[in-house]
């Protein structure tokens, strides 16, 4: 089909039958969609043995994990009979491709209806699940009670007498609302596309060509909250605010049932930050309570939902019932143990918060403090030191705490409180159980807690256990100082070739690694010539997708690449000799930079962009915002962790960056630098004609531009790769062009370039570096 801009849609139909149960990966079918709401573009859118003996509590305890697992499969492993299966939940990933053809089949009432539903359906299995766990608690609990009083050799048919009731429990149950093949699971790509929330981009598509304007913005921003650094999302976000008919009350999360301790979370940090401690303690209680509710739901569905046998291990396997069942049991309890990691990440970010219900019950007992509630305060310090008992900090606390209260320590009400008492003893057993498994069964398992006990790990392991976790802790309290190593293979300090040009800043007055600002680049009359050059070519937009406000809605964007430049002039429309500065201004600062950083391999021109941003008049009044947020060029910074993570869809070919300015008639626009914490501004650089700005691309710099308030602020922006693979293949194509008119392009000291190939990213799939990306959505060219 043809996609809406006349290019040819990348999507091709596979044959074959519709997956249900056991689906394909979603990307075989699919890519993601497009997003724009404005103008559609083309559809081109992870030495101990259980051994049987006379304590029957012992008994009980191990069967009981293992016979609770295999309650996930029992139950699921039959169909539900009898039925009328058209009023049962079908499978959501079924609906869900199902929506997604219609979608590519421009059927946008049956796209629309099959998404919803898939989204309904999904949270209606969850609830089934959760229900029938409540009403089967009860079951088989006669035939369980008898393992604490048998004494012959029956309790091992008394146990799986109460595997059977519950197992028949739990299938009546859920078969009365869900198909079989429903209750089947799911592939783990379509677990991805709602896990990333990628139905509500469909959506946001789908109710736009419908003109239901209000939805397409309330699916537009639930889609945004988990992917905030989709740049064109953002913007379309922007638009359909100044759409009429659309409401404030459209921008809510559809997804906020899932995230409401984040809600609280945020709202407790915003009292202590304006001192107001009674309603920051109300915050933090809701907020820790709220977080182990979400867990507990987690966990639930940990054990309800079906689960596959484990598989042979191979020819030589001799796996019996046991190892089976220890395997799966081992499966069931990693499930439950990854839980608190599922919780403790925010939408949108990659890692968890570490310690996330400790470093709850820090702030609230800070909090309770300050707020006057000190037998609150003992309580929920002691129930912090269950994970941390020996942290001196809170040891120093909880005696000034016992001196305030003048003794009285206990009270009942400054015992930890219960449902932390109980959250930790069941982690703790199940941390035994999880690293007896690791030792004695082959099973692989990584806890996703720091607060974990020595004494739960077994010997054999420790060593291997206290090494990485010293890792962990290293990496935590250095932070900062992690920061200044940068292995970009730069090192500044080389010659400057260029005669005139002048070294204002270095990496000591930029408080920075591999940082430069040279003056003296360009000529006055240079910068004219560029700055007349945009004025006269440069399209509304980011001079290839015509985006106008891709940062903040408060600026207009315009860009111009040498290729377009060129085209240009060839017809006439701008100065021919113009549009060869601008290709040569590349080439220059390609030249200085290699030379001043002193790179031992090739340096090669990755994306030049003339980018001049111009201030809303009358918008401009109490501007909170950035022209462009803080951000790194080859990686996806995560402020909160500090972490930066170097796969798509960032663009990780490039190594180095430079801003070329071009004027300085206009107010605000400034670079500056951060720490990784996006928030710690390190140094600040004032545009000017001939101003060249370097750095490497990598962590070490997080920069950002302050807002422009008025006039109109232009730069050329350059990225640099060391991999020809990476190099921009406009200019090239430029320079063919020049070369049939006639006219030849001098390139000086151009590096020989290993291999023979003329394709590179632009015209061939990327080819990896480092991990493999979690992300599918791909953003628009970042500016300086």
Known sequence: MKCNDGESSPFTQKRGNFPGCTPLPFSEYFPSPSSSPISVPSTGFDSRTMALNSNHFTVYVAFNFVTVALLCFTFAASGSGGLNTLSLLQPYDFLYYSGVRSYFGEEWVKAAELLEKAIVTKESLFRVRRQCHEDCVSAGKEAFSKLDSEKGSLWDLWALDWVQQKAECLRFCIGRSVTPAGQLPVSTDIEYEFGSRN???FLQVTYYKLEKLQKAASAAHTYFVANPSHLEMRNNIEKYRRMEGVTEEAFQDREIENEIHWVLYDAALQYEASSDWVHAVEKWKACVNETLRQIKECRVQCEVASQRLPEDRGVDSVDGVFEKAAALSLSLLSCRQSCVTQIATRPGRISAQESFIPSQLEHLHIAQFKAGDISGAVQTLRSLLLFYPSDK??????????????????????LPTQEIVTYVSQSLEEKRLLYFGVENLDF??????????????PESLRDAWRAEKEKMNKKMEEGEQQEEIDDSGFFSGGSVPQVGV??????????????VVLDGFMTEKECDRILQLAKTAGSVGDGYRGRRSPHTP???????????????????????SDARLLHELGERARILLHSYFRSPSGLFISFTHLVCRTAVAGDQEGRLDLSHPV????????????????????????????ILYLNDNFEGGELFFTNRDAKTVTARVKPSCGRLVGFSSGPVNPHGVTAVTKGRRCALA??????????????EEAEAMWAADGHSVVKKDEEKAEGTSARNA??????????????????????L
């Open 718 to 731: 350059l990225w640099f790769t060391k991999e020809k693979l990476y190099r921009d293949m406009e200019r």
């Open 199 to 201: 139905p509500y981009n």
């Open 444 to 457: 692989s398992f990584v806890d996703p807690d720091l607060w974990t006990p020595e004494d739960v790990v």
């Open 631 to 658: 951000h790194v060029d080859n990686c996806l910074l995560e402020p909160d962790t500090k972490q930066c993570w170097r796969e798509p869809p960032a663009f990780t070919h490039r190594d180095l960056s430079a």
């Open 502 to 515: 002048t070294i204002t800043m270095d990496d000591e007055l930029l408080n920075g690694t591999n940082r």
């Open 393 to 414: 900090d809170s040891l120093d606390n909880l005696q000034l705490y016992y001196e305030t209260l003048g003794g009285d320590i206990e009270s009942p009400g400054t």
């Open 762 to 783: 632009r015209s061939q799939p990327p080819k990896e570096r480092g991990k493999v990306g979690r992300g599918r959505v791909t953003g628009g060219k970042d500016e």
């Open 554 to 576: 408060h600026e207009t964007f315009e860009g111009l690449t040498v290729l377009r430049a060129l085209k240009l002039a060839q017809d006439g429309l701008v100065n021919q």
